[in-house]
Nanobody, 116 residues
Framework: QVQLVESGGGLVQPGGSLTLSCTAS????????MAWNRQGPGQERDFVAH???????KYADSVKGRFTISRDNAKNTVTLQMNNLSPEDTAVYYC??????????WGQGTQVTVSS
């Protein structure tokens, strides 16, 4: 049974930083693309970033230069470092795992609120 468990969400002031983590189990982690998506209030779920099994990242234009995605295959963990946060980044952030033959699998989500 695949499980993705996110952690690290919370309340942060504009301009602040936050780090999200997602730990996966029940899958061959090193073979999956790991991604973060987010869903703001009244909005659709959107792509934020992903990292390939080889460690190559890709980012949405809205977060380029501010967010950094990384993975640790030894710990089955993917991390999203978020800097210079703005209220527009307020959303539930979801961890996702997929590959051509399996998934996508989703975590339960973690709330990020950017507010003064």
């Amino acid at each position: 049974q695949v499980q993705l468990v996110e952690s690290g969400g919370g309340l942060v002031q504009p301009g602040g930083s936050l780090t999200l983590s997602c730990t996966a189990s029940g899958l061959m982690f090193s073979t999956y693309i790991m991604a973060w998506n987010r869903q703001g209030p009244g909005q659709e779920r959107d792509f934020v970033a992903h990292v390939t099994p080889a460690g190559v990242p890709k980012y949405a234009d809205s977060v380029k230069g501010r967010f950094t995605i990384s993975r640790d295959n030894a710990k089955n963990t993917v991390t999203l470092q978020m800097n210079n946060l703005s209220p527009e980044d307020t959303a539930v952030y979801y961890c996702q795992a997929y590959r051509s033959t399996n998934g996508p699998y989703w975590g339960q989500g973690t709330q990020v609120t950017v507010s003064s």
